[in-house]
């Protein structure tokens, strides 16, 4: 059972961010962290919008995002 979507984001290779799902087939990206977030919900209620999420095992229709953010290091 599903009762939270979780995502890793990472800085992208080149510039930005990058956002993947852990349990969907979702990956996404941005120029800054708030609006890789606001992408990657907005792609993942693309890909759930014909799901039906109470059989998914989440409880509502907007399930919680739990992402963690993967930061380089700053020790030298």
């Given at each position: 059972m599903h009762y939270t979507v979780k995502a890793h984001?990472?800085?992208g290779e080149k510039s930005g961010f990058v956002a993947e799902c852990v349990e969907f087939p979702?990956?996404?990206q941005g120029q800054t962290?708030?609006?890789t977030v606001q992408n990657l919900r907005?792609?993942?209620a693309l890909h759930l919008e014909d799901e039906d999420l109470l059989a998914l095992g989440f409880a509502s229709k907007q399930p919680p995002l739990?992402?963690?953010y993967e930061m380089e290091s700053v020790c030298a």
């Open positions: 984001i990472y800085t979702v990956v996404t962290l708030d609006e907005e792609a993942l739990v992402v963690n």
